[in-house]
């Protein structure tokens, strides 16, 4: 292992405040290993033995059922995968291949649980993530739930505008079957909903989308602080936990009205 490889794992907030000697003990055993694209790099219902943490390229996060299959998340780095598997020694619930060459961290599962059980700031960390995770899959929930295959679309170019820097024009990050499968869509639905949002100022040239009445958007999307997390990008490495407490520091500060 490279030293700089290890201080991008140590920047993590899962690892950022343990002591240096837990760090040791964490990734002692660990290694890098750099994947092209289209490595699977585990099945659903296979035994989870490391934690991955994704330095470089993207991940996709599948599941399947019968002759279906759909996308459940993009990763982009610096980010951990797999670690609820990980913490209750289970098989995994979803296949993960990569979309670009990628480079990947692997510690190994059974040290993950031992330092947990032997260090209480390592656990907390552990359980931050966890419950970040968690509350952003209730979002995601919700989102399917409760609104409309256009609201969603909205809501999710209105995320997407506030993470690329809030200007009138973004650039997708995905081909639009995987973007189709993120927001519980058909490719064919996701179409339509493009072309339902040209009336409010919705333009889409290739991976190029443009904003010409930002105003009309949000009032179609109504975005909601109780299903949306608006947190700008950051000049850091943030944790799913801590992206959570932002969002719900804001939900207080402009009340929950839908």
């Known amino acids: 292992m490279r030293d ?41 219902g296979d035994r989870v033995d490391f934690l991955y943490v994704l330095l470089d390229g993207t991940v996709e996060l599948q599941g399947a059922w019968k ?7 993009v990763l982009r780095p610096v980010s951990t995968f797999i670690l609820a598997a990980v913490v209750l020694d289970a098989d995994g619930l979803m ?11 692997m510690l190994s599962g059974e040290v993950i649980r031992r330092t947990m059980k032997e260090d209480s700031d390592f656990a907390f960390a ?10 952003g899959l209730v979002r995601s929930i919700k989102s399917q739930k409760l609104r409309t295959g256009v609201e969603r679309l909205a809501n999710y170019l209105i995320t997407q505008r506030i993470r ?28 339509r909903a493009f072309a339902s949002l040209a009336s409010h100022g919705v333009t889409v040239r290739g991976p190029t989308v443009t904003f010409s009445r930002l105003e009309a958007l949000e009032r179609l999307a109504r ?9 700008p990008p950051q000049n850091r490495i943030t944790s799913k936990g801590e992206s959570e407490r932002w969002a719900s520091e804001v939900a207080r500060a402009v009340g929950y009205a839908h």
């Open 4 to 44: 700089t490889d290890l201080q991008r794992v140590r920047a993590l907030p899962l690892f950022s405040g343990v002591s240096s000697d837990v760090f040791r003990r964490l990734t002692g055993g660990a290694f890098l290993q750099r994947f092209p694209a289209g490595t699977t790099l585990l099945l659903e």
């Open 67 to 73: 002759d279906r299959e759909t996308t459940l998340a």
């Open 95 to 105: 296949s993960a291949r990569t979309l670009q060459r990628s480079e990947i961290f």
């Open 126 to 135: 552990v359980s931050q993530e966890l419950a970040g995770c968690y509350r």
């Open 164 to 191: 690329q820097g809030a200007e009138d024009k973004i650039t997708l990050q995905y081909e639009k079957r995987v973007l189709a499968a993120l927001l519980g869509m058909t490719p064919e639905n996701l179409s």
């Open 223 to 231: 975005p909601s602080p109780l299903i949306d997390n608006h947190m």
